[in-house]
């Protein structure tokens, strides 16, 4: 029996020693895996993170004329099964709009409804846009109509949740919203890109800005990818450094020093650059497998989700869903507390890690080994006192 514990306390200290070299090999920072598709495919959607799952609402499912087809879907992702299913959907059709999560809710602001023909011989259309506000509660998966946005949103809105206060950024106004009053306050002539993420309690937003040169200027005409910081507390807005490789319209989000420096990437078309605001650096981070715009993303405990977008070269939007383990991934010796703020801009999710995951498959083959021989030793046992009593009786 001794024999036996000493070879399961052998087998156990090699399943330790081997442990991190297998989660080691088994991530890859930089890069990009494959998931689950969306059921239905579109662009300009809404993604976000809330209790333990991914949600994609609403979007576009037309292609090069993109106000069309506006759709009020709700798909919920499983991060854990890789699977897809249908929720309730948004009572408001609409794309482009903003969304955020607040205290396990998701709150959907204003986006497009629709086109409206203007000039029918030149076929000039103009955007329907609307100022509606709907939340999803993903435990009951029912929704609930909220006040209206002090005005209309267009496209390419966004929103960010910091100190318990909701941030609504349709340049050049920024709404401020108070999901727990319902009541709204407003920021104006702040003109600030809409594509942002949270990075300590600032809101980073970028976008591609055509520089300003005379047309003698070898740079006239040229693109940059410009960024800036907005701070709620003092109300001011502070210019970053520009990047010279513009990205195409499509998703921002933000790691927050959890499992991966933190960082904001900036992905689109067939680029994803990453910006350092403590160092004010650029970098080129590898490019998404699928070449799009328009697609929604939402970070999960430092790990990108890019979902849904507009292929250009093939005309249609898509369903495609990547993951992206970003630069330096799994490299953080210590993981700060994240704020209720960023937590909730990053999915407020904390799954099992990959050591803790392998160090309870360790535990448990090491316990169904134990009981798988000590079942054996008893059945020997067992076989050796029945062989002695049978011997016995033999001898009387």
């Known amino acids: 029996m001794k024999r036996i514990f000493a070879l399961l306390f052998i087998f156990f200290m090699v399943a330790m020693v081997f442990t991190p070299a297998f989660i080691q090999a088994s991530v890859t920072e930089d890069s990009w895996i494959t998931k689950a598709p969306m059921q239905q495919a579109r662009s300009g959607l809404g993604v976000i993170a809330a209790n333990g799952c991914i949600y994609a609402i609403g979007g576009t499912q037309s292609g090069g004329d993109f106000i069309k087809a506006v759709v009020g879907t709700n798909e919920q992702y499983n991060m854990t099964s890789d699977a897809w299913i249908y929720k309730a959907s948004m009572p408001t059709a609409r794309a482009f709009f903003a969304i955020a999560t607040y205290q396990g809710k998701i709150y959907c602001f204003g986006g497009v409804v629709g086109e409206q023909l203007i000039d029918e011989r030149s076929g000039f259309y103009v955007v329907n846009s609307t100022n509606a506000v709907e939340v999803y ?82 740079q006239y005409g040229d693109i940059v990818q410009q960024i800036m910081t907005y701070d709620p507390e003092t109300n001011n807005i502070t210019q970053g450094n520009d990047n010279p490789i513009a990205v195409d319209t499509g ?74 383990l970003p630069i330096g991934y799994d490299t953080i ?64």
């Open 333 to 396: 010796s210590s993981s700060p507390t994240a704020s209720s703020s960023t937590s909730s801009a990053s999915g407020n999710q904390q799954p099992a890690t990959p050591a803790f995951s392998v160090l309870i498959v360790v535990v448990v083959v090491t316990v169904l080994v134990a009981a798988a021989m000590f079942l054996v030793r008893r059945r020997h046992v067992a076989e050796n006192i029945s062989c002695r009593r049978n011997i016995d009786a033999m001898l009387n």
């Open 251 to 324: 998703g921002v989000g933000a790691t927050i020093g959890v499992n991966a420096p933190v960082r904001v990437y900036v992905l689109g078309g067939s680029l994803n650059q990453a910006y350092d605001p403590k160092t004010g650096n650029w970098m080129t981070a590898t490019a998404m497998l699928t070449a799009r715009v328009d697609m929604g993303v939402v970070v999960v405990n430092d790990t990108l989700y890019v979902i849904g977008g507009y292929i250009r070269s093939d005309g249609a939007t898509t369903s495609v869903n990547e993951q992206y």
């Open 137 to 218: 509660d993903s435990l009951t998966d029912t929704w609930e109509i909220k006040p209206p946005m002090p005005k209309g949103g267009g496209m390419y809105m966004s929103a960010q949740v910091i100190c318990g206060k909701i941030y609504v950024v349709n340049s050049p106004d920024i709404y401020v919203y108070d999901p727990v009053n319902g009541t709204w306050a407003e920021r104006d002539n702040l003109p600030m890109p809409r594509y942002t993420a949270v990075t300590d309690n600032k809101i980073v937003a970028t976008y591609a800005h055509e520089v300003t040169y005379p047309r003698s200027s070898p």
